[in-house]
Structures are given as C-alpha cells and as structure tokens.
C-alpha cells in the first residue's frame, strides 16, 4: 500500500516527508515514435532510432534510451513527488537501468523516503534523499535512481 501527501506539490514543504514513506508518483506510457524521436535528437544508436537493425540486436526491437527513461519519469518527480520550490538538486547518488523499456510500456514511479534532515548551513530548507523504482505494466523494476534534493522548510524554528 502506497502512501499519500497531505499537501499538493505546490504546498509541499520538508516537514510532508516522512523517511520510509513510499509514494506512488505516476504513471506514463512510452511510444515507439517518442523512443526514435528522442534518440534522434539525443541517443542516436541503433538499437535506439533504427527498426531493423535493433530488431536484429539483441534486444529484438527498438528500445528506449536510458536517458529518454530519465527525461519521462523526471516529469513524473516534478509533477507528482518534489514540492515546487525553485531549488536545484546537487545530483543523484545512483542510477541503474535495470531492463530495457519498450515500446508500448507503462511506466510508474514508486518513491521511497529514505532520509530527511535538516539543513545545518541553511535553515530554511533541509535535504531529502530517496529511492525511485520505475516499473514497468509487468511490475518489473526497470530503472532504479537515488536523487537528492534541497526542500524549502515550512517552519525554521527546530529542527
């Protein structure tokens, strides 16, 4: 069982994020013309952009760039998970593409709270780091990733 905000992500403040929590974030649907077209643009390998060939690979068709995965769930983070507060992440700790995503896949983002504390440079925000699953239709985890991320506190009294 998921659990859920009790804020919108335009309310979102540190104190909504509870470690161990896990939030369903949403779900998006990969087409095989987005694949090529974001490849083209992008990731322009083969087993990426050309029908014929990645269907003689060894994944036996087009499949989506990681990076093209990255691109669709990072809306699905923005839109669903991350309070809009304006600021900018200092990286990911990790990202494992763990199967290929095919044309036709349902993606959804499973995020897990890791760990939340406070800032002790800058009170008005603390520091969130958590854990992303993206699963496929299947619920198969297809890409793993662990962000962090500064969020505005909504108190900066204690700590």
């Not at 909504?16 to 643009?41: K, M, N």
Request: hydrophobic share 40%.
């Amino acid at each position: 069982m998921a659990d859920a905000f009790s804020t919108l992500p335009t309310e979102r403040c540190f104190e909504d994020f509870t470690v161990g929590a896990t939030y369903v974030c949403g779900s998006t649907r990969v087409t095989e013309d987005e694949i090529i077209r974001f490849a083209e643009a992008y990731d322009p390998q083969a087993m990426h952009v050309d029908r014929v060939l990645a269907a003689e690979g060894p994944f036996g068709g087009v499949i989506a760039s990681g990076w093209h995965t990255v691109a669709l769930i990072m809306r699905l983070v923005v839109d669903n998970f991350l309070p809009h507060n304006g600021l900018p992440s200092p990286g990911i700790d990790e990202l494992r593409w763990i199967l290929p995503v095919r044309p036709g896949d349902t993606l959804t983002l499973r995020a897990t709270v890791t760990e939340a504390r406070r800032s002790r440079s800058k009170p008005d925000r603390g520091l969130i780091h958590s854990f992303l699953e993206v699963l496929n239709q299947n619920n198969e985890v297809v890409m793993t990733m662990r962000p962090v991320n500064p969020v505005r506190v909504r108190r900066q009294d204690a700590g």
